[in-house]
């Protein structure tokens, strides 16, 4: 076994490819359960939107579409920065690696930046669900407390993400931890796709009902 492959190692494996294997199986198991938990969202989303169409196209028309587009370019964008790396990582890349995982991070960061003026717009607006909550039509408040609900624990993930590319960036850029071929990259890339994947469906939801009429 190389040196390299041997710092990858982590008990109880004593086979680099057996312990790929059960972390990858273990990152898809993690993301059946994410899927579960943003499924049961998405229900209740979905009931609410049928129960009252026109309050829920009201309250999306006042969100702000282009902090949602920008937003959904930027991920997109660190989706296919994350997938190069983590091609990158099959190969003896390692300077395309860091570099494609501070970039990612990076995009990261910059939605959650452009997600916090977008955030303090709502709250000058009031779009707050309580007593003084602005539109008065039925099943807008439901859809402004699902905003907040949806898009805030989607942020929490980006977060975790954010922080998990940029200790990985770190370690290979100080040689602490090899990158090639270290099944971290995989399973960090999968993590960071399952968020992607979360907003694009998220963005047509929050962003778009209403727009046409």
Request: aromatic share 14%.
């Amino acid at each position: 076994m190389s040196k390299g492959a041997s710092a990858l190692l982590r008990e109880p494996w004593q086979d680099l490819a057996r312990q790929k294997e059960n972390a990858t199986f273990g990152i898809w198991v993690f993301l059946a359960s994410e899927l579960l938990f943003f499924g049961g969202l998405l229900l209740v989303y979905t009931v609410y939107r049928i129960e009252y169409p026109q309050g829920f196209a009201a309250a999306a028309r006042e969100t702000d579409i282009w902090y949602g587009t920008i937003n959904t370019a930027v991920l997109l964008t660190s989706s296919f920065t994350m997938a190069v790396g983590a091609q990158a990582a099959e190969s003896d890349f390692r300077r395309l690696i860091i570099w494609c995982l501070a970039a990612t991070a990076a995009l990261g960061c910059a939605f959650l930046v452009l997600k916090g003026f977008e955030y303090a717009e709502d709250i000058e607006k009031g779009l707050i669900p309580g007593p003084s909550f602005p539109i008065r039509r039925a099943g807008s408040e439901i859809f402004f407390a699902l905003y907040w609900i949806l898009t805030g624990i989607h942020a929490v993930h980006l977060t975790i993400g954010i922080g998990i590319v940029t200790r990985l960036s770190v370690l290979g850029t100080f040689g602490r931890r090899p990158l090639n071929g270290n099944p971290a990259v995989e399973v960090t890339a999968l993590y960071w796709h399952l968020v992607d994947v979360i907003w694009v469906v998220l963005y047509p939801l929050i962003y778009l009902p209403g727009r046409a009429s």
